[in-house]
């Protein structure tokens, strides 16, 4: 096992760690629950990289980088909502804004708009 696919899933496990331990905890208000997602969100990509950097197939390697995406999409979008909760911030229309950003980049990856990982995707021209 190499040091990035060690990385991972130390990323991974860690991540899903801490998300279960949040989840076990008999308080269940709506910090707790945005803390449980970011969590998950970490662990996919942490177990996706994991998964990318220990197959020989590039087809399945491809596969599991774009599966990783799927966290990386969502991390920074509820990292924000936690901090946002977390400092009781009143300002919806940021926060709306994120969600709305953050869609856009989940379904460009699920449609394969960003669809190398060497050469960037039809969405990086726009740019």
């Not at 279960?20 to 997602?37: D, E, G, S, Y």
Request: include cysteine; hydrophobic fraction near 55%; charge should be positive.
């Amino acid at each position: 096992m190499n040091l990035f696919a060690l990385s991972g899933l130390l990323t991974g496990i860690t991540s899903l760690s801490v998300g279960i331990f949040v989840f076990l905890q008999p308080k269940k208000a709506l910090l707790h629950k945005i803390w449980i997602i970011f969590t998950t969100t970490v662990a996919i990509w942490g177990f996706g990289c994991y998964k990318m950097a220990s197959t020989s197939d590039e087809a399945t390697a491809f596969l599991w980088y774009r599966l990783a995406h799927i966290g990386v999409t969502l991390i920074p979008i509820y990292i924000y909502h936690f901090v946002y909760t977390f400092l009781n911030l009143k300002k919806k229309s940021i926060l709306i804004t994120f969600y709305f950003i953050g869609s856009i980049f989940f379904i460009a990856n699920l449609a394969d708009i960003f669809n190398s990982f060497l050469f960037p995707g039809k969405a990086y021209y726009l740019m």
